[in-house]
């Protein structure tokens, strides 16, 4: 499981790149469905990071495994 969500994470990494962010992976709690990541760069601090998160990260991860049920930035 972690590994397939570390290669969605691998996919959606060049678009944050490209704002000058990132993300990393930091765990994925398997039985509450939550990953958690950092992230780092313009990201860190932008005011829309919570929604990038969400309404992107968090969908574009969901779309390829169902299992995932929330993610959080550490």
Known sequence: MVDKIKEVIDK???????D????EFVDF?????????????HCAHCPMSVLT????????IRSEIPEVKDI???
């Open 53 to 60: 998160l969400k309404e992107f990260v968090l969908a574009k």
């Open 12 to 18: 959606i990494r060049p678009v944050l790149e490209r």
């Open 72 to 74: 959080i930035a550490v």
């Open 29 to 41: 709690d398997e039985k509450e469905g939550v990953v958690n990541v950092r992230l780092t760069g």
């Open 20 to 23: 000058g962010g990132n993300i």
